[in-house]
């Protein structure tokens, strides 16, 4: 009997594990075919609205520091509150030495109202004075050195290798892993997953530029509860997976 119960559970690994292999084998999504389409869509219907803070700053000095520093003020945050916000703020300090001249009262005072602006402020010293000690003053191009920094996670990472350093990675926010999962590009419960997805499914040269475009779309039509589909230029091809109700 005992050797019957572990072949069972034997087999059941097993078919399990042949379900695992089989998904990440799987056949890519059928939206896959119309997305460099789509792309082309959402992105020049995103010349008509502000793009995300972060893409503001790209061709101003010191881009990978103010890109690394808005992405951190915006967590949590509206870019129209966090735009203001990180202007403010770099107009006092655009580098780790002139921040760290700067205590965390007054870089409180700057970046309010974001959220969490305290635990912000202080965050953002504590990144300062770790790009100074270990990264010679510069933010660091790679992945695992920037998921060191405080406060810094796989969103804000990737942004700044993306934006900051046109570096391969994906940028996945609450629009990005949203938007991705109503195409039907993945089926994922948390942005985390979806970028883990994203790296399987979606062809390289769209890695870096999703975000932008995604985001705008987000924002501006594609929006949580009910997005503007009737007003929406690839209706015709997105699948609208889990999409109740719709404008
Ligand atoms: S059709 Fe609707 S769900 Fe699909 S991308 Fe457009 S706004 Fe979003």
Redesign the pocket.
């Given at each position: 009997m005992m050797q019957y119960n572990m072949g069972l559970k034997g087999c059941k690994a097993h078919l399990e594990n042949a379900i695992i292999i089989h998904m990440s084998l799987k056949i890519k999504p059928k939206i896959l075919k119309h997305l460099p389409k789509m792309l082309k869509i959402i992105r020049g219907e995103a010349r008509q609205w502000r793009p995300p803070v972060a893409g503001t700053f790209v061709n101003s000095p010191h881009a990978p520091f103010k890109i690394l520093i808005s992405t951190v003020l915006s967590l949590r945050t509206k870019d129209t509150t966090t735009e203001p916000a990180s202007h403010r703020l770099f107009i006092k300090a655009d580098t780790p030495q002139k921040m760290l001249t700067l205590s965390a009262e007054e870089i409180e005072k700057l970046i309010y109202p974001v959220g969490f602006y305290r635990t912000k402020a202080r965050n953002i010293l504590v990144i300062c004075r770790r790009l100074l000690d270990d990264f010679g003053g510069k933010v660091p191009s790679e992945m695992d050195q920037l998921l060191s920094l405080k406060g810094v996670g796989r969103k804000t990472a990737n942004l700044v290798l993306t934006v900051g350093y046109n570096k391969y990675g994906i940028c996945v926010d609450t629009h990005v892993h949203r938007?991705s999962n109503?195409?039907g590009l993945v089926r994922t419960t948390t942005p985390d997953k979806t970028e883990e997805a994203l790296r399987r499914v979606l062809p390289k040269r769209h890695w870096i530029a999703f975000n932008d475009a995604l985001v705008s779309?987000g924002q501006n039509?594609?929006s949580p509860i009910s997005?503007?589909?009737s007003?929406?230029k690839?209706?015709k091809l997105?699948p609208?997976i889990g999409?109740r109700h719709?404008r």
């Amino acid at each position: 009997m005992m050797q019957y119960n572990m072949g069972l559970k034997g087999c059941k690994a097993h078919l399990e594990n042949a379900i695992i292999i089989h998904m990440s084998l799987k056949i890519k999504p059928k939206i896959l075919k119309h997305l460099p389409k789509m792309l082309k869509i959402i992105r020049g219907e995103a010349r008509q609205w502000r793009p995300p803070v972060a893409g503001t700053f790209v061709n101003s000095p010191h881009a990978p520091f103010k890109i690394l520093i808005s992405t951190v003020l915006s967590l949590r945050t509206k870019d129209t509150t966090t735009e203001p916000a990180s202007h403010r703020l770099f107009i006092k300090a655009d580098t780790p030495q002139k921040m760290l001249t700067l205590s965390a009262e007054e870089i409180e005072k700057l970046i309010y109202p974001v959220g969490f602006y305290r635990t912000k402020a202080r965050n953002i010293l504590v990144i300062c004075r770790r790009l100074l000690d270990d990264f010679g003053g510069k933010v660091p191009s790679e992945m695992d050195q920037l998921l060191s920094l405080k406060g810094v996670g796989r969103k804000t990472a990737n942004l700044v290798l993306t934006v900051g350093y046109n570096k391969y990675g994906i940028c996945v926010d609450t629009h990005v892993h949203r938007i991705s999962n109503r195409w039907g590009l993945v089926r994922t419960t948390t942005p985390d997953k979806t970028e883990e997805a994203l790296r399987r499914v979606l062809p390289k040269r769209h890695w870096i530029a999703f975000n932008d475009a995604l985001v705008s779309y987000g924002q501006n039509l594609c929006s949580p509860i009910s997005p503007f589909c009737s007003r929406c230029k690839i209706a015709k091809l997105c699948p609208r997976i889990g999409v109740r109700h719709r404008r």
